[in-house]
């Protein structure tokens, strides 16, 4: 693709599903996010991400892009009702998550080894304890179990941290 091809596509996911939303039409958002996930879906069938790592680049470039797009009508909704935005987001960034993965694929062995968690001196295992217990106590709204739940993954972290410590 040219350059000004590539600038349009871009823009055109983008604006797709965030003209809508910025209207506050849900129809109208699930209508123009279809017809940009139309697009997706072809420019993922014609880069095909698990043949080589340029295409799952390009692929990765593209979904990226109408996620972006996608994320940012959630955005604007937020105040409004977000909840039909973000599922009908979340179901059409799913090539996004797929040639995101074949991007990466060779980093994950990397990733996952046991000597990461040594990293920074054990820090990294408590602020990923710290984090999961963040992302659980999103979804608690009693006080007393946030304070059981945090308190918790906060000792947990603690312990990991100095058994990591070298």
Do not use: C
Not at 8 to 17: E, Q, R
Not at 92 to 98: A, D, K, R, V
């Amino acid at each position: 693709m040219k350059d000004w091809q590539v600038t349009g596509v871009s823009l055109l996911l983008i604006l797709l599903p965030v003209l809508p939303a910025l209207a506050d039409n849900f129809y109208a958002f699930v209508g123009a996010s279809v017809v940009g996930f139309a697009i997706v879906l072809y420019l993922f069938a014609t880069y095909k991400p698990w043949v080589d790592q340029t295409n799952a680049t390009v692929s990765l470039f593209f979904s990226g892009i109408f996620s972006f797009g996608l994320a940012l009508g959630v955005f604007f909704t937020l105040p409004l009702h977000p909840k039909l935005y973000g599922a009908v987001s979340l179901v059409e960034s799913i090539p996004f998550f797929i040639s995101l993965y074949f991007a990466t694929k060779d980093l994950w062995g990397k990733i996952f080894k046991k000597e990461v968690l040594y990293l920074a001196d054990g820090y990294l295992a408590f602020a990923l304890t710290i984090l999961i217990g963040a992302i659980i106590g999103r979804f608690l709204h009693n006080f007393y179990e946030l304070i059981t739940l945090y308190s918790g993954f906060l000792i947990m972290g603690f312990i990991l941290m100095l058994y990591f410590r070298k």
